[in-house]
Every structure is written in C-alpha cells, then in structure tokens.
T-cell receptor, first 114, second 111 residues
Framework: EAGVVQSPRYKIIEKKQPVAFWCNPISGHNTLYWYLQNLGQGPELLIRYENEEAVDDSQLPKDRFSAERLKGVDSTLKIQPAELGDSAVYLCASSSPTRWNQQFFGPGTRLTVL | GQQLNQSPQSMFIQEGEDVSMNCTSS?????WLWYKQDPGEGPVLLIALYKAGELTSNGRLTAQFGITRKDSFLNISASIPSDVGIYFC???????????FGKGTRLSVIA
C-alpha cells in the first residue's frame, strides 16, 4: 500500500512569492490534514478535511494561506505571499474512517523563504 | 499552539542500553500516540494507546497510557543504531479533535 505522497520535497523561494504544496493521501483515507513543523518542534495542525469539506481550519492563517481538496482526494496548500517566517516543513497526513485517530504522515515539503 | 511536555529533550546512549522517555500534559487525553521521525522524513506511527493504564508493545518498543490520562511513557529495550531519530508523543482529546504534539526527544545511539 502506497503511503502519503507529497511534492515537491524541497522548495526555495524569495519572500513575497507564491508557493503551493501538493498531497495525495493513502487510498481510502477520507480525512486529510496539513501540519506545519518548525525546527525543533512537533507538528501543529493547520487544517483538517473530511472528504472535500474543511472541518477545522481555525489555525490556518487565512490572510496568506489557502487550501483546497477538490473531489475529496488530493489536496493543495498555498501560501501567497510567502514571508521569511514561513520557512518550515509542511506535512500532510491522512487517516481512515475506521481508525481516524491513527494519522499517517507523508515525507513533508521543506520550504525555505529567502 | 498547545504542546505537551516531553522529556528528556535529547539523550545519548550506548548500543544495547534501554531507553525511557515520557510525555506529560495538563489536559486529559483519550488517545496517546508515539511517532518516530527520521531526518528529512515525516513522523511514522509506532504505537497507539486508547485506554488509561494500557500497556502496548511493538517489538522492542513498549508504551503505556498513564492512569491519570495526563501522561504516557515509551521504553525502547536493547537499543540499536537504527533507533536514532526524534520520538514524538501526541495526545488527542475526545472525538476527532486535533492531535497535540510534544517537542520530541532526540535519541542518539553510540555504537
């Protein structure tokens, strides 16, 4: 069974530029999560989707961050414009309807904003 | 955001030694999870705990859900070089509430 797929793995951009990250969850997992992981910290939830509905986006900085999960499978997280403080690892995770409290993570996208 | 208190922050041990780490919270959790993260990778789920007092093993790893529901412990027996990495605890309250992660314990194993 394939795991959570994320791309790109690494991204370097200049501040004020836009950037987008893509995630493909494990097949059959209807819940998808985007996390932010700063250096030396644990992951922090940005947004959670149940199918195509964003059910928890309270921690998503909506002035510059947006996300979508059209068709309830793949998801894209966007930052526009990026700021220096956005440099971090962006992790995607998914869980199944029967084991919703076991989240499986992708490898992450490491973003560097110069 | 809220995070758990995880200790120790880092540890250096000799290969073959046993390892213990723990996680505490001011809040009660219904689920405790332990993850391991290798450099450049996402966290990998090691053990999931669902009941207070529960003791669960996965190979050389053993984790316990504290009786108070505010803490959890992870033990690794007979450490080997591939145990190197960062171990995160995560707690979850009732329902599908967000996971709260600790800051991690960085484990180094000296051969």
């Amino acid at each position: 069974e394939a795991g959570v797929v994320q791309s790109p793995r690494y991204k370097i951009i200049e501040k004020k530029q836009p950037v987008a990250f893509w995630c493909n969850p494990i097949s059959g997992h209807n819940t998808l999560y985007w996390y932010l992981q700063n250096l030396g910290q644990g992951p922090e939830l940005l947004i959670r989707y149940e199918n195509e509905e964003a059910v928890d986006d309270s921690q998503l900085p909506k002035d510059r961050f947006s996300a979508e999960r059209l068709k309830g499978v793949d998801s894209t997280l966007k930052i526009q414009p990026a700021e220096l403080g956005d440099s971090a690892v962006y992790l995607c995770a998914s869980s199944s309807p029967t084991r919703w409290n076991q989240q499986f993570f992708g490898p992450g996208t490491r973003l560097t904003v110069l | 955001g809220q995070q758990l208190n995880q200790s120790p922050q880092s540890m250096f041990i000799q290969e073959g030694e046993d390892v213990s780490m723990n996680c505490t919270s001011s809040s009660i959790f219904n689920t405790w999870l332990w993850y391991k993260q290798d450099p450049g990778e996402g966290p990998v789920l090691l053990i999931a705990l669902y009941k207070a007092g529960e003791l669960t093993s996965n190979g050389r790893l053993t984790a316990q859900f504290g009786i108070t529901r505010k803490d959890s412990f992870l033990n690794i027996s007979a450490s080997i070089p591939s145990d190197v990495g960062i171990y995160f605890c995560a707690g979850q309250g009732s329902g599908n509430t967000p996971l709260v992660f600790g800051k991690g314990t960085r484990l180094s194993v000296i051969a």
